[in-house]
């Protein structure tokens, strides 16, 4: 016995981990799964720091200080929204350069130089380089960067550790992936990535504020700002940011941030955000302007092209009628159900993927495969399907002869040689006899099943674009159809139901509505179209929900990251912390001797120890008995306890000349790091173990706590809310009864659905 409760190297569990199984929280998946939470993801604590020390300092600092550090602050919210801004820039003129270098060859090689299967080799060739370099980098040099990385944003928001989720390696190799994917053509986007990216340059720059400013004057200035509550806040805005400049839409991506990470939302933070993103917005498209001003198509101001993502929509041409209502809520159940069906075959790829796609051999040649296969089914699409068009003048440099006569080309071919941007306006913008049915049909069942394919391989794609696309193809045959019977509805522009289908798949498979709607919105500076819009996406949702959890939802579960979704689980308000807090609790006196503290840490693997004062005792609430660990004084992190020890802090006056420093390394334990923190042996030399250490000053003195009679919803939203990592329980008397942490409550929620679905026990790894 080490110390107040605590066991050698035993992790306690709940109670509930009968019902559960949930003993096995810590070893490794034996099934791949949704319904089980991993041990490799850590919480993160976004409670403040609030210890003897740091009081002390704050009236030291004085009102001048606070001044100051706001003025940081947001100096740091502008630099971050200009690097993002700057990154943004920079993959979309690699991605522009690169893009219209193959389009041209391949144009070039079909319609004057070689013959079919040369020009399929050229293709592969185009195709298979840009994957190979893209997915050779993710795997062999940062695998953290593989996705959009979009789950990963929403579960760092929501309080979960995410390994180098902030690490600029894990930028770079983000960044040359995404430009990898839309040179190669894959069913993948540079949208959904440069969210991530934002957030990420939001978590590098801050980091780069630290550094700069600890170790001088500025100390006492940047001092306050460290910690993961403010680092969170500012990869919150730059997530924002990225989606900002990726859309044009700085308040579609302040509410993007806000829908998915409402759990700590306040309207300070959403002004910051907001001024981010309205930063980025600008930024990107004045760097945009003066980059492409020698365009080929001096006519075509660039401004006016990105400034609305998707053009301008005429409000003259643009219009709906309250007749078209039904139309509006079809257009939502097919998108919902598309986008289900969407989530439902990626999951089972997922699974297939994780059970047969395990080494880095086999995901290389994966991607290959899938290069090779778009190259293929490009060229054989264009071949099979001889659509000639000529009804519309369109940019020779877009589209291919083929076998058409002389004066026109090859419908489907300008599907494939030309970016996604310019496929998503020209489905938006062009008139009704520009697409046929055929083509278009085609080209979106192929999309369906790349952009299946591609998402889920080891590189950097997004699937905001691709479902866009998917969704404007069926939208625009929706149109044609719609005309052929009744002429009258839509005039001769199939713009709006091309945008409502875009709508509605894209609303099917993320679910987010509200930032959706905006986005839509500022994307095509039209607000007429809001009301159809949001019956659009708000049915997509409804109808997606019934059958499946939205993209995102589902690869988090997938993964097993401990999230705590915006409710807790339903009919749960009988079940009482008493039923799944650890109630072996390794407590730690106040006042000890440090070679305890040093076995205890040494013998245990928690994060975060009560302190407490007076003995071990019993307490009786309804017919359980409990123990109880002694009346609680104040709550310390195993972070905070390894410093203490390491730097041999208790052997000097607390506040000696070094009082800054020893403050310093305090609060640089409580924020976190790339890595997940290792767990670390200490030693320390025999004649200190007999030196009595107080805890006391380093303490939080005032953590978060619930009673034994607290039920799990009030408990779930006190974590959620208040982003915690861990909450002590106590008795009537204010004595320690047990302890709760997230994974408590995220493997919860997992039994109780399961339990409802009728299943007796669940996979809880
Ligand atoms: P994280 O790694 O994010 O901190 P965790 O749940 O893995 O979360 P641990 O501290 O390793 O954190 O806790 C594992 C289990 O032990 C949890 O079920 C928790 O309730 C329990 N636990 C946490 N701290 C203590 C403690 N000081 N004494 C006893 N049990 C604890």
Same mark, same amino acid.
């Given at each position: 016995?080490?110390?107040?409760?605590?066991?050698?190297?035993?992790?306690?569990?709940?109670?509930?981990?009968?019902?559960?199984?949930?003993?096995?929280?810590?070893?490794?998946?034996?099934?791949?799964?949704?319904?089980?939470?991993?041990?490799?993801?850590?919480?993160?604590?976004?409670?403040?720091?609030?210890?003897?020390?740091?009081?002390?300092?704050?009236?030291?600092?004085?009102?001048?200080?606070?001044?100051?550090?706001n003025?940081?602050?947001?100096?740091?919210?502008?630099?971050?929204?200009?690097?993002?801004a700057?990154?943004?820039?920079?993959?979309?003129?690699?991605?522009?350069?690169?893009?219209?270098?193959?389009?041209?060859?391949?144009?070039?090689?079909?319609?004057?130089?070689?013959?079919?299967?040369?020009?399929?080799?050229?293709?592969?060739?185009?195709?298979?380089?840009?994957?190979?370099?893209?997915?050779?980098?993710?795997?062999?040099?940062?695998?953290?960067?593989?996705?959009?990385?979009?789950?990963?944003?929403?579960?760092?928001l929501n !309080?979960?550790?995410?390994?180098?989720?902030?690490?600029?390696?894990?930028?770079?190799?983000?960044? +040359?992936?995404?430009?990898?994917?839309?040179?190669?053509?894959?069913?993948?986007g540079?949208?959904?990535?440069?969210?991530?990216?934002?957030?990420?340059?939001?978590?590098?720059?801050?980091?780069?504020?630290?550094?700069?400013?600890?170790?001088?004057?500025?100390?006492?200035?940047?001092?306050p700002l460290?910690?993961?509550?403010?680092?969170?806040?500012?990869?919150?805005?730059?997530?924002?940011?990225?989606?900002?400049?990726?859309?044009?839409?700085?308040?579609?991506?302040?509410l993007?941030?806000?829908?998915?990470?409402?759990?700590?939302?306040?309207?300070?933070?959403?002004?910051?955000?907001?001024?981010?993103?309205?930063?980025?917005?600008?930024?990107?498209?004045?760097?945009?302007?003066v980059?492409?001003?020698?365009?080929?198509?001096?006519?075509?101001?660039?401004?006016?092209?990105?400034?609305?993502?998707?053009?301008?929509?005429?409000?003259?041409?643009?219009?709906?009628?309250?007749?078209?209502?039904?139309?509006?809520?079809?257009?939502?159940?097919?998108?919902?159900?598309? !986008?289900?069906?969407?989530?439902?075959?990626?999951?089972?790829?997922?699974?297939?993927?994780?059970?047969?796609?395990?080494?880095n051999?086999?995901?290389?040649?994966?991607?290959?495969?899938?290069?090779?296969?778009?190259?293929?089914?490009?060229?054989?699409?264009?071949?099979?399907?001889?659509?000639?068009q000529?009804?519309?003048?369109?940019?020779?440099?877009?589209?291919?002869?083929?076998?058409?006569?002389?004066?026109?080309? *090859?419908?489907?071919?300008?599907?494939?040689?030309?970016?996604?941007e310019?496929?998503?306006?020209?489905?938006?913008?062009?008139? +009704?006899?520009?697409?046929?049915?055929?083509?278009?049909?085609?080209?979106?069942?192929?999309?369906f099943?790349?952009?299946?394919?591609?998402?889920?391989?080891?590189?950097?794609?997004?699937l905001?674009?691709p479902?866009?696309?998917?969704?404007?193809?069926w939208?625009?045959?929706?149109s044609?159809?719609?005309?052929?019977?009744?002429?009258?509805?839509? !005039?001769?522009?199939?713009?709006?139901?091309?945008?409502?289908g875009?709508?509605?798949?894209?609303?099917?498979?993320?679910?987010?509505?509200?930032?959706?709607?905006?986005?839509?919105?500022?994307?095509?500076?039209?607000?007429?179209?809001?009301?159809?819009?949001?019956?659009?996406?708000?049915?997509?949702?409804?109808?997606?929900?019934?059958?499946?959890?939205?993209?995102?939802?589902?690869?988090?579960?997938?993964?097993?990251?401990?999230l705590?979704?915006?409710?807790?689980?339903?009919?749960?308000?009988d079940?009482?912390?008493?039923?799944?807090?650890?109630?072996t609790?390794?407590?730690?006196?106040?006042?000890?001797?440090?070679?305890?503290?040093?076995?205890?840490?040494?013998?245990?693997?928690?994060?975060?120890?009560?302190?407490?004062?007076?003995?071990?005792?019993?307490?009786?609430?309804?017919?359980?008995?409990?123990?109880?660990?002694?009346?609680?004084?104040?709550?310390?992190?195993?972070?905070?306890?390894?410093?203490?020890?390491e730097?041999?802090?208790?052997?000097?006056p607390?506040?000696?000349?070094?009082y800054?420093?020893?403050?310093?390394?305090?609060?640089?334990?409580?924020?976190?790091?790339?890595?997940?923190?290792?767990?670390?042996?200490?030693?320390?030399?025999?004649d200190?173990?007999?030196?009595?250490?107080?805890?006391r000053?380093?303490?939080?003195?005032?953590?978060?706590?619930?009673?034994?009679?607290?039920?799990?919803?009030?408990?779930?939203?006190?974590?959620?809310?208040?982003?915690l990592?861990?909450?002590?329980v106590? *008795?009537?008397? *204010?004595?320690?009864?047990?302890?709760?942490?997230?994974k408590?409550?995220?493997?919860?929620?997992?039994?109780?659905?399961?339990?409802t679905?009728?299943?007796?026990?669940?996979?809880?790894?």
């Amino acid at each position: 016995m080490t110390g107040v409760g605590c066991i050698n190297h035993n992790r306690e569990r709940s109670s509930l981990s009968t019902v559960s199984n949930a003993s096995a929280l810590n070893s490794k998946p034996r099934s791949h799964s949704i319904n089980y939470v991993s041990s490799d993801y850590e919480s993160l604590d976004y409670d403040h720091y609030e210890s003897e020390l740091t009081v002390r300092e704050e009236k030291l600092n004085g009102y001048k200080t606070v001044v100051a550090s706001n003025v940081i602050r947001w100096l740091i919210y502008f630099s971050i929204a200009i690097c993002t801004a700057v990154v943004g820039i920079f993959i979309d003129t690699v991605i522009e350069y690169f893009c219209n270098w193959k389009f041209q060859s391949i144009r070039y090689c079909i319609d004057v130089k070689y013959s079919t299967v040369e020009c399929l080799i050229i293709w592969i060739l185009f195709t298979v380089l840009p994957t190979t370099v893209g997915c050779c980098v993710v795997l062999f040099m940062e695998p953290s960067a593989a996705g959009s990385g979009i789950p990963f944003v929403i579960s760092y928001l929501n !309080g979960i550790r995410i390994p180098r989720m902030t690490a600029v390696r894990c930028l770079l190799v983000k960044v +040359i992936s995404v430009v990898c994917v839309c040179i190669a053509g894959l069913g993948g986007g540079k949208e959904g990535p440069l969210i991530h990216i934002g957030a990420m340059v939001g978590g590098s720059v801050v980091e780069a504020w630290w550094k700069s400013l600890r170790n001088g004057p500025g100390r006492k200035i940047i001092g306050p700002l460290q910690n993961d509550r403010e680092r969170r806040d500012m990869m919150a805005a730059g997530a924002a940011a990225g989606l900002s400049a990726a859309f044009g839409s700085p308040v579609g991506g302040t509410l993007m941030s806000l829908e998915e990470g409402t759990s700590f939302w306040s309207s300070s933070l959403m002004w910051k955000v907001f001024f981010c993103a309205a930063i980025a917005f600008p930024t990107y498209n004045a760097g945009k302007n003066v980059l492409f001003t020698n365009n080929t198509n001096p006519s075509e101001s660039v401004h006016s092209k990105s400034i609305y993502f998707f053009g301008k929509f005429n409000e003259n041409t643009i219009y709906f009628s309250y007749s078209e209502f039904p139309i509006f809520i079809i257009f939502g159940i097919f998108g919902g159900l598309l !986008g289900a069906l969407f989530v439902n075959i990626n999951y089972r790829l997922s699974i297939f993927r994780m059970k047969h796609v395990i080494s880095n051999r086999k995901k290389l040649m994966e991607s290959v495969f899938v290069a090779v296969f778009v190259a293929i089914i490009n060229l054989t699409s264009m071949i099979l399907l001889s659509n000639c068009q000529t009804k519309l003048e369109i940019s020779s440099s877009n589209v291919v002869q083929m076998y058409c006569p002389a004066g026109s080309y *090859n419908e489907i071919s300008s599907f494939w040689l030309r970016t996604q941007e310019e496929n998503i306006r020209s489905f938006f913008h062009y008139p +009704i006899e520009a697409y046929s049915v055929v083509p278009l049909l085609v080209y979106c069942v192929i999309y369906f099943i790349l952009t299946e394919l591609t998402v889920g391989l080891n590189m950097s794609a997004g699937l905001f674009l691709p479902s866009l696309l998917i969704g404007a193809a069926w939208g625009r045959i929706a149109s044609i159809v719609i005309h052929y019977y009744s002429p009258g509805t839509i !005039g001769n522009d199939p713009g709006k139901y091309a945008l409502l289908g875009a709508a509605a798949q894209l609303g099917g498979i993320v679910r987010t509505t509200i930032s959706l709607t905006v986005v839509f919105i500022e994307a095509t500076g039209n607000v007429q179209f809001l009301l159809p819009l949001m019956i659009t996406l708000f049915t997509a949702k409804w109808t997606g929900d019934f059958f499946t959890d939205g993209i995102y939802e589902m690869q988090i579960k997938l993964s097993g990251v401990p999230l705590l979704v915006s409710e807790p689980p339903p009919l749960t308000s009988d079940i009482t912390t008493e039923d799944f807090m650890s109630d072996t609790v390794c407590a730690i006196p106040h006042i000890l001797m440090v070679g305890k503290l040093v076995d205890i840490l040494n013998n245990t693997k928690h994060n975060g120890f009560p302190v407490v004062a007076s003995k071990v005792c019993f307490c009786r609430t309804r017919n359980i008995e409990h123990k109880c660990y002694g009346l609680l004084k104040g709550f310390i992190l195993r972070s905070q306890l390894n410093v203490i020890l390491e730097h041999n802090l208790y052997l000097t006056p607390l506040h000696d000349e070094n009082y800054c420093k020893k403050l310093e390394l305090l609060r640089k334990s409580t924020y976190t790091c790339h890595d997940t923190q290792q767990f670390q042996r200490l030693k320390v030399d025999e004649d200190e173990r007999s030196i009595v250490i107080d805890l006391r000053p380093y303490m939080n003195s005032a953590p978060y706590i619930v009673r034994l009679e607290t039920s799990l919803p009030r408990t779930f939203r006190l974590f959620r809310t208040l982003g915690l990592r861990h909450i002590v329980v106590i *008795n009537n008397t *204010n004595e320690v009864v047990g302890i709760i942490t997230r994974k408590d409550l995220a493997k919860f929620r997992l039994w109780r659905k399961a339990a409802t679905m009728g299943l007796k026990e669940v996979n809880v790894y």
